[in-house]
């Protein structure tokens, strides 16, 4: 063993035995052998002679490399030692009786690697410069199976390497396949079919594996050679021949009927197909797929059938003759029941989209309106399919009912897997409504007639058939409930199946009914039923948590829906809820656990929307609130006075306990309109208003708290006034930076609604919010770069924001004499001068179109016409000397002012707005300070500056905007990025 082959096998060496420096050496050792000019000769010396696995291998990748990367340098000599050396090899030819190493005798990865290096020559030097290669190799196909196996790699390789679209390939790879399949077309395509029929026929006994290996390269090669070598008297009865054969030669027949696959694949006009597609006599192999359905062979002859059957039904898509259209729908009526069996029986390749082909069938059957008996018959075999393909797998059933992350990840799954199959069933009930409901009411009624608990899977599908059916029907086919509906509604309302405690199937059941809602609405004698099934242990009392609270927010939307028609039903439904309203305020449970509509509370806003009706007499309305509200403040003040003998461990149950009862009463408020509590019934008013005094001050029930004054402000209206001072007080009492937020939010709703009557109560809080705020804000921008971008960070960049949007509602709602109030009037200045550096420098536009538009109204606001008394003195010279310069000339003068950008225009209008408000208010003070001052340290010229002051007087606002725009952008051009401003 010379030093190559010992560094070659250290470095493939993966037993981790060998001494890390050592490897690093031979690994450098090998790279330098590569670089030598005559490494084409060792390679080849080395796979002649050298019978070490790993040597050959080595040789055969370094050979792959050379030739693919440096070709263009190798000599012509060089080129044609490599080209006889390699294709030797390939022919099994020996170059050294004595001593010579037989390379088509290795493994198979070895062989795969001297075809890829036999096609990297193919790439650079066929046909023009090696046009014989493949005449040359088919005469050494007599040698044997070993020649003929190294051939098929050969052409398998090619089709890998350059042929196959399977593949990304650059424009240039793209041209040589071209050139290379046209030449093979041209010149040998036809020896090499002749060779691979001769071959199939010889070998089909004794060597049926090899003959699988031709009839698979062959498979590759039929999409684009002449389908006439394939399909004609001879081949054809061959491959049928293959496929139909008795004997255990599976791999035989299915590599067989893959070559069919591609026959019937094959890219052609219309009329060509349907003539091929009606000579192949499909039907011979239908009986096939009836036996094991898990072997590879059945798994071959489904999509053999789906693959023939999705081409017959593109045929009859293309054909506009009506004669054509017959014979495509013949052959698709002989097809469809094998296409049916192997869809519910056997793996299908998933090229085949089963939904997508049962579509296609769907639309192709609307044009046949009314269908025809045969038709008619495989609309039900859809059906059946859908039905079969939407159950879930038994094994996951406890998975799916315990919720586990198992369950949820086969549940998402199977949702969407379900999406297209339920868009193919509404197709279908648009061209069949009848049979789709009758198969429907058929799967109902037999899940209904099962006594036991296996069939969970099969309730579930049938009740999700029903839910989807009803997706597509429209109100008004729903309301009157017309045919089946009459019949399938009802049995679904009395039905308790055996397995209702399965998770899955309570919840189909319940949404299902909340679906047909429309009909109980109109035929009134069902909602008792319907009542009941949310009711009992089928829906709120169901014992599953996640049933439970799904339960309470579909009942929630059906009393929206019903509303009034449950006057009658108000004390039974409200008897039965009386477990399930003290239990949700004594949960022990995380309050992350359930979310968004899945809370539980929906069980009280259903409560609310039940007794919120004025229908209901006042003393029982009073009454029912009563019951509710007095129980929930009760439980509040007790936890709240034992609140200090906690332990650690209880605390935290108890707070979510308090904000429980809080999200409760939010809930309940929902159901009574503004207009009942305040102008109607001002005692149900003075209930809700009676809370707002047992506030909590304990910081964990802010943020609950908080939303509680929102929903209070909707319900009760203005007559909240007198509750809000002390409430905001405690609210902001100690208030966490993440709660600002919160609490700035709530009072830009109380603004929004109530305007300048809520001057008073702002005047007192606002003082307290601006020497928090100016403490904890940055008076400049943020820190950014590495280790800037905490959650601390976060959350003070959106409290700066929620601070703007805050300071511009009070503003524009007439509220800026707030800011001016003896306590307030100390932070004016800082304010002044956060607001200018935020509207020159915030990297948020719109941020910054909401400072500027802060300023204008402020101008407006406190500033009369020219010449007038300065209602706040300093600010009109702060706005001409500060304002003026640096937002409305300094700020947009800056290359980072994207004129491109939509945002910046808005804003860029908004600052030449303010130019104009300028002018109107300050008159000439303002124009002389801009354009003698500003201006010139701008290097404007004096032209500009004389159009500027023309175009400010002037009425026409785009013009101005436009002007300036221009004005700007020569100013930047002058400068050249030289001068910065500020």
């Given amino acids: 063993m010379d030093d190559l082959e010992k560094a070659i096998l250290i470095s493939f060496d993966e037993s981790g035995t060998i001494d890390y420096a050592l490897k690093s050496q031979a690994v450098s050792f090998c790279q330098q052998i590569k670089e030598a000019p005559t490494i084409c000769r060792i390679c080849v010396e080395k796979l002649c002679f050298c019978n070490l696995i790993q040597v050959q291998f080595w040789c055969l990748q370094t050979l792959h490399e050379v030739i693919r990367v440096k070709y263009a340098l190798l000599s012509l000599e060089e080129k ?125 006994n004794s060597d049926p594996e090899l003959c699988s290996s031709v009839l698979d390269s062959m498979r590759r090669y039929i999409s684009w050679i002449d389908i006439g070598l394939i399909v004609n008297d001879v081949f054809l009865p061959l491959l049928f021949e293959l496929i139909l054969v008795d004997e255990e030669f599976e791999q035989l027949q299915g590599a067989a009927a893959g070559c069919v696959l591609a026959v019937v694949s094959k890219r052609m006009d219309p009329q060509s197909k349907l003539t091929i597609l009606q000579n192949l006599k499909i039907s011979r192999v239908f009986a096939l797929v009836t036996g094991d359905s898990a072997s590879e062979l059945v798994s071959k002859i489904a999509s053999l059938i789906t693959g023939y059957a999705g081409e017959v039904l593109e045929c009859y898509k293309r054909f506009g003759t009506e004669d054509a259209k017959e014979v495509s729908l013949e052959l698709l009526n002989e097809v469809l029941p094998s296409v049916f069996f ?172 909340t679906r047909y809602m429309k009909f109980v609405q109109e035929n009134m004698q069902y909602i008792p039923m319907a009542l009941a099934a949310f009711l009992d242990e089928r829906g709120i009392h169901h014992p599953n948590i996640h049933v439970s609270r799904r339960a309470s927010y579909l009942f929630m939307r059906v009393v929206k829906l019903l509303k009034a028609k449950l006057l009658p039903f108000i004390e039974t439904i409200l008897q039965s809820l009386q477990d399930t309203v003290a239990r949700f305020t004594s949960m022990d449970y995380t309050s992350n ?146 709660e600002m937020v919160g609490f700035l939010l709530l ?60 300071l511009h509602v009070i503003t524009t709602h007439d509220l800026s004499s707030v800011f001016l109030s003896p306590k307030s009037r100390g932070y004016l200045d800082s304010l002044m001068q956060l607001l200018l550096y935020t509207a020159c420098n915030h990297k948020d536009i719109l941020v910054r179109k909401a400072c500027v538009q802060i300023f204008i109204r402020l101008i407006k606001d406190w500033c009369a016409k020219p010449y007038g008394e300065e209602k706040v003195p300093g600010f009109q010279s702060f706005i001409i000397e500060a304002f003026a310069t640096n937002c409305c000339l300094y700020s947009v003068l800056d290359k980072s002012f994207e004129f491109q950008d939509a945002n910046t225009l808005v ?76």
């Fill in 342 to 513: 192997v869809m519910q029986n056997c793996e299908v390749d998933t090229a085949f989209s089963i939904v997508q082909f049962l579509s296609g069938y769907v639309a192709t059957m609307k044009s046949l309106s009314p269908l025809r008996e045969k038709q008619a018959h495989y609309v039900g075999q859809i059906l059946e399919v859908i039905h079969t393909q939407i159950r879930y797998d038994p094994m996951y059933r406890n998975n799916l009912d315990l919720f586990d992350k198992i369950g949820r990840e086969e549940e998402d799954r199977m949702v969407e897997f379900r999406k297209d199959l339920f868009v193919l069933l509404r197709s279908v009930g648009r061209v069949a409504p009848d049979i789709t409901q009758i198969f429907i009411r058929n799967s109902l009624a037999s899940a209904v007639a099962s006594s036991s608990e296996i069939n969970v899977e099969e309730v579930e599908a049938a009740l999700s058939l029903l839910y989807a059916l009803g997706e597509s029907l429209s109100d008004e086919t729903m309301r009157p409930g017309s045919g089946l509906l009459g019949e399938l509604v009802p049995m679904l309302l009395s039905t308790r199946f055996p397995c209702h405690s399965n998770r899955l199937v309570a919840l189909v059941y319940l949404e299902t009914i």
């Fill in 593 to 738: 656990e359930f979310t968004g509509s899945e809370d539980g509370s929906h069980i009280f806003e259903a409560i609310g929307l039940l007794i919120g009706m004025e229908d209901v007499p006042l003393q029982k309305q009073a009454d029912y609130l009563s019951s509710l509200l007095t129980p929930l403040c009760h439980q509040v003040e007790t936890l709240l006075m034992n609140a200090k003998l906690l332990n650690s461990e209880e605390y935290p149950a108890k707070i979510v306990n308090m904000q429980q009862i809080i999200m409760a009463i939010n809930a309940l408020s929902k159901g009574f309109s503004e207009r009942l509590v305040t102008a109607g019934r001002p005692a149900i008013g003075h209930m809700f208003k009676q809370i707002l005094v047992v506030f909590p001050k304990m910081e964990p029930l802010r943020i609950k708290v908080t939303s509680f004054i929102h929903r209070m402000v909707d319900t009760l209206g203005a007559s909240v006034f007198p509750y809000l001072p002390k409430a905001l007080e405690q609210l902001l009492a100690e208030c966490e930076l993440k």
């Fill in 907 to 982: 804003l860029f209008g908004e600052i030449v707005l303010a130019q104009k408000v300028m002018y109107e208010k300050f008159g000439d003070d303002f124009l002389i300070h801009f354009v003698s001052k500003g201006f010139p340290s701008a290097h404007c010229p004096q032209d500009l500056a004389q159009q500027y002051c023309q175009k400010l007087q002037g009425s026409d606002f785009k013009a101005l905007k436009s002007f300036y725009q221009s004005v700007i952008e020569n100013l930047r051009l002058q400068q050249n990025g030289s001068v910065v401003f500020r």
């Fill in 747 to 806: 009072l830009n709703q109380l603004i929004c609604k109530f305007n300048t009557s809520f001057r008073d109560i702002l005047e007192e809080v606002f003082p307290a919010i601006a020497g928090r705020m100016f403490n904890v804000i940055p008076k400049d921008a943020f820190p950014s770069g590495p280790g800037t971008n905490t959650e601390e960070i976060r959350e003070l960049q959106e409290l700066q924001k929620t601070l703007y949007t805050f």
């Fill in 80 to 204: 044609d030692f490599v080209r006889k050396s390699v294709f030797s090899i390939c022919c099994f030819d020996v170059i050294d009786e004595s001593n010579a190493v037989r390379v088509l005798e290795g493994p198979a990865f070895i062989k795969n690697k001297l075809a890829q290096v036999l096609v990297t020559l193919i790439y650079f030097e066929y046909p023009v410069i090696w046009s014989s290669v493949f005449v040359d190799f088919l005469p050494c196909l007599s040698k044997g199976g070993i020649v003929v196996d190294m051939f098929c790699r050969v052409l398998n390789a090619l089709d890998d390497e350059l042929i196959s679209l399977d593949y990304p390939r650059t424009p240039e790879d793209m041209g040589v396949a071209v050139r290379v399949k046209d030449a093979m077309r041209q010149q040998c395509v036809g020896q090499i079919v002749r060779a691979w029929f001769g071959i199939v026929s010889m070998y089909r």
